[in-house]
């Protein structure tokens, strides 16, 4: 796992957590935009890493990384915790575990409902197939990649990380991903969370997890990106999805 970092050590830190296939650069914008305000921390993880082979094992260990290295840089205390997809799931396992102080809390798109063993093969086969396609630069996969993933500014990246993974990551990234974060779950009611889900695609998995864990934890507000794909706007207009939860940090 790398760590990229923006700002001065001495402000407030900002931890923000991409989701799966997905570039850290997805962050650039925000953290730019925040760095004159905060220590702006936005990991490379396993698996994801451009210049670098690494496996995906686990949501945990990867919450267990991200938690060493803020220990080690900051106070421990994280004024502001995002994460999209697999990301936020991430962040919610360090929401979870205690480790951090954290003040504010956005989740976009986090599946933290799970999903069974049948969903989570079909998951693995099409995940596997897309990375295949992707390293062979198939051109119907490329279209589509552009049109309803990632824009154009991402792909070079993408590709990067799309030729390092291993069939190994994307089964442990499923396996993980499929457990339901919020059994059992309980927490003091300090931090503040914001939740956004769209209404588009595959967002029922995000709506049901967002309103499962409302009834389980009162300090949260919902936001529906009306017709909006997974995680829409932190991809294609980040600019947006800013103004959209800049309410909620100040």
């Known amino acids: 796992m790398n760590f990229h970092t923006f700002g001065d050590k001495s402000r407030p830190a900002m931890l923000l957590i991409h989701g799966m296939l997905t570039p850290w650069q997805i ?11 905060y220590f702006v ?40 915790m995002c994460g999209i997809s697999m990301g936020g799931v ?25 999903f069974n063993k049948l969903l989570g093969a079909i998951m693995q086969n099409r995940y596997k197939s897309l990375i295949h396609k992707s390293q062979l630069r198939a051109k119907g996969i490329m279209r589509s990649f552009k049109k309803n993933f990632l824009p154009e500014k991402y792909i070079d990246s993408y590709l990067a990380i799309a030729d390092r993974m291993s069939d190994t990551s994307i089964e442990n990234i499923i396996n993980s991903l499929s457990h339901n974060r919020l059994t059992g779950f309980s927490s003091q009611e300090k931090t ?12 029922g998995v995000s709506e049901t997890s967002a309103f499962t864990l409302k009834g389980l ?12 794909a997974h995680c829409r706007y932190i991809s294609y207009e980040p600019q947006k999805w800013i103004e959209e939860i800049k309410p909620f940090i100040y």
């Open 27 to 37: 962050w650039q914008e925000v953290a730019e935009k925040f760095s004159d305000e």
């Open 41 to 80: 921390i936005v990991p490379a993880l396993d698996a994801h890493e451009e210049d670098t082979r690494s496996e995906f094992k686990s949501v945990e260990q990867e919450a267990e990384k991200i938690e060493k290295f803020c220990l080690a840089n900051t106070s421990g205390d994280i004024a502001v």
């Open 90 to 114: 991430i962040a919610f396992e360090i929401f979870r575990s205690g480790k951090l102080t954290i003040d504010k809390f956005i989740l976009d798109g986090a599946p933290l409902v799970g």
């Open 192 to 203: 503040k969370i914001l939740f956004c889900y769209g209404t588009k695609g595959n967002e």
């Open 217 to 228: 934890y009162s300090n949260l507000t919902l936001k529906c990106f009306q017709k909006c």
